[in-house]
């Protein structure tokens, strides 16, 4: 069995532990709107990482030779390891958000952003 990792407590779950400080510090919103494909980040609670396709977002750059598999079940091939900042709106305030352990993957479906990865990162959600 998987455990939580703040509080180590096996069978925990992030939304019903007890030790789990509700304060958020990013909120997140959807809203419909017409964007380009190749700007879009999916937020996604699957993903254990942040794989991306595009090459223009990136920050010191780490050659890596990794393979994970997409959801189509498709393994996808990571070439290099980066950081991403990314400029968030909410609540009519812009934010900065860095994104760490980002690989990239000219193969990939899209630019996911794991919810498992921030959580551990310490961002909060309500």
């Known amino acids: 069995m998987r455990s939580y990792h703040e509080c180590s407590r096996v069978g925990h779950l992030r939304a019903v532990c007890p030790d789990h400080k509700q304060q958020a510090n990013l909120t997140l919103t959807v809203a419909e709107k017409t964007i380009d494909i190749d700007d879009l980040w999916i937020l996604d609670n699957g993903s254990n990482r942040h794989p991306m396709n595009d090459e223009s977002y990136l920050q010191d750059v780490?050659?890596?030779r990794d393979e994970c598999v997409q959801p189509n079940g498709e393994t996808l091939s990571n070439t290099k390891r980066v950081k991403v900042t990314l400029r968030v709106t909410t609540c009519g305030e812009?934010?900065?958000v860095g994104l760490t352990d980002v690989n990239l993957s000219k193969d990939a479906v899209s630019n996911i952003i794991s919810y498992g990865l921030l959580d551990k990162q310490g961002f909060k959600f309500t």
Do not use: A
């Open 62 to 64: 780490e050659e890596c």
């Open 94 to 96: 812009e934010h900065m």
